[in-house]
């Protein structure tokens, strides 16, 4: 069952029934969902994205996927999964235009990395980011993340491969 992390400001915890219109306001802002998966999608789409995160990735435990809250309000959307693409387990995060510019995207990411490490006990974490999303590879670089390589999407784009690797210094942000 995902746990709820805290950190300095947020907290993450698993979404709840009541979420949806958050979840789908946050994934409908295209300044959002731009740098999300295959990109913005429909409505309906992200409304049964959210219902398949209750029937099917709560209930079969897949992986952990977490609203993000600061004083209550949700914030943002993070999840730490393993995926095929990169041969391990990759962070992904998101957050509503209004909470960039504080660093919380650097507290969300930070946790769930440790998280990893803590308690999935992984060594490598990875990150796939489209290589036009300068602040998500800014943000990456400056927690310890390092370019891997390159994929070429179907469409022509390119998709930097990321990954930070378990060192010794690693403190966890979540025993604060």
């Known amino acids: 069952m995902t746990p709820t992390l805290r950190t300095e400001r947020l907290l993450l915890e ?20 731009q740098w ?3 990109g913005p999608a429909s409505e309906a789409a992200d409304r049964a994205l959210f219902g398949r995160i209750f029937t099917k990735v709560y209930a079969q435990e897949l992986f952990d996927v977490w609203a993000v ?5 949700l914030v ?18 998101a957050l509503a235009p209004a909470a960039w ?14 998280y990893g ?13 489209a290589a036009p999303n300068k602040a998500s590879l800014t943000l990456l670089d400056g927690i310890g993340f390092e370019h891997v390589r390159d994929i070429t999407e179907d469409d022509g784009s390119t998709t930097r491969v990321l990954a930070r690797h378990l060192a010794a210094s690693d403190k966890s942000p979540l025993a604060r």
């Open 69 to 73: 809250r600061r004083d209550g309000l």
């Open 36 to 38: 999300m998966g295959d």
């Open 101 to 114: 510019g504080f660093g919380l995207g650097t507290e969300v990411a930070e946790a769930i990395v440790a």
């Open 117 to 129: 490490f803590d308690i999935l006990g992984l060594t490598k974490v990875y990150a796939t980011v």
């Open 76 to 93: 943002g959307h993070a999840e730490i999964k393993p995926t095929d693409v990169v041969g391990g387990h990759e962070i992904i995060y």
């Open 14 to 33: 698993p979404y709840i029934p009541e979420d949806e219109e958050d979840f789908v306001a946050l994934f409908q802002d295209t300044r959002v969902s």
